[in-house]
């Protein structure tokens, strides 16, 4: 049985269709990257399994947790890093405080942030906030992690620093979702694509498959990127 | 009258004025709290009432407000009541009509609070009443301290319109002694007293506000 699964899944707000009819299947320990254009439904199909958005009609089958981690951090700014991190397995899922705070500093090791354990976000850098936002996602050890344009509201120097905690992960065999304008990222890291365009899927498989379509919006689309 | 007397006389009505003071505070915070509930609530009556409730506290006068509510009880409902009422009264309509005040600011810090706040509250797990007094409330009271100051400040030179119903406050007993004494003194020894009161109200504030300063 897959980890996620979605069948014919429909949204709209208002007269926008959003979301037209958009089935994918999500594997144990496959990393999945989906790309598309502005406004083509990606996000939006991300806030639906994640409970952000109702869908309209069809079908969310998930079997486990998950976490997300958002485009602008939505770390809490009143917290300390720390307690980002730790709040919500002692509270929510009342997790024993030492080994929450274990896990907690083994995950900023992991995120090379050892150091900043009782620093305020805003005393942290984008690139360093994202990394926090990941360690928080991951220490509620989730079965499978979203991402919903991880490194677009960051500099493009600090890009390359989640990129890397990501491809990380996915070499530790962790579940995960990308929503990503990053393409030769998805390429590499990714083990399916799936190419979004007004709501609908319109080109997914292996990277090389999808990279290589001759489906005209999907070369549209990435010749945008290569010109 | 000496100053000495003037002073020690001044000082009875400045206990009242201070009860006076923190009463109201005491009870209008959390009534405001929960105004402001009702004024963002998704059912539309309770949310017009509240609307409408905030509009007649700030569209009228305070001191009409303290006589209406001293005076309502018997000329509108017949009752009798204890002489204890003057003071019930003062803090009665000090509370509804602060609490109005306060639940506008409540609003306004609730909605500056970015809607991803929320969002990942949700996703972490918490249930809606922790989201709101572990991650909401804690930013919001941060975003509002400057305008809770100012209407604090405002409170303590509010008192002073007690006299309307003669509470024997610190601006009551000033006026009865300058009319007896055919002098001012008085009084300016009551506007000293304020601004001291102020003073401290604006340094404990600002302490406050210093605490908070740990993020941005």
Known sequence: MSLLEIKNLKKSFDDNVVLKDISLKVERGEVLAIIGPSG??????????????????????????????????????????????????????????????????????????????????????????????????????????????PTSALDPELTGEILTVIKDLAAMKMTMVIVTHEMAFARNVADAIIFMDGGVIVEQGTPEEVFSSDNPRMKDFLGKFYD | ??????????????????????????????????????????????????????????????????????????????????????????????????????????????????????????????????????????????VILPSVTNEVITLVKDTSLSFVIAIPEMFTVAKQIAAADASISALLVAGVFYYVFNIIVAFVMEHLEHRLDYYE
């Open chain 2, 1 to 142: 009258m000496i100053l000495s007397n003037v002073i020690a006389q001044l000082l009875n009505g400045m206990v009242t004025s201070i009860e006076i003071f923190l009463l109201t505070l005491l009870f209008s915070l959390p009534l405001g709290l929960a105004i402001a509930g009702g004024r963002m609530s998704k059912f539309a009556p309770l949310r017009w009432l509240m609307k409408i409730y905030i509009s007649i506290m700030r569209g009228t006068p305070l001191m009409l407000q303290l006589i209406v509510v001293f005076f309502a009880p018997y000329y509108v409902f017949g009752m009798t009541l204890s002489p204890d009422y003057r003071f019930i009264a003062v803090i009665i309509a000090f509370t509804i009509n602060y609490a109005a005040y306060f639940a506008e600011i409540y609003r306004g810090g609730i909605e500056s609070i970015n809607s991803g706040q929320y969002e990942a509250a949700q996703v972490l797990g918490y249930s809606r009443l922790e989201t709101f007094f572990i991650i909401i409330m804690p930013q919001v009271f941060k």
């Open chain 1, 40 to 149: 083509s439904g990606k996000s939006t199909l991300l806030r639906c399994i994640t409970d952000l958005e109702e869908e309209d009609s069809g079908e969310i089958k998930f079997n486990g947790t998950f976490g997300l981690v958002f485009q602008n951090f939505n770390l809490f700014p009143h917290h300390s890093v720390m307690k980002n991190i730790t709040n919500a397995p002692i509270r929510v899922q009342k997790r024993d405080k030492d080994e929450v705070y274990d896990h907690a500093r083994m995950l900023l090791a992991q995120m090379g942030l050892e150091d900043k354990e009782d620093a305020y976000p805003c005393e942290l850098s984008g690139g360093q906030q994202q990394r926090v936002s990941i360690a928080r996602a991951l220490a509620m050890n989730p079965d499978i992690l979203f991402f919903d344009e």
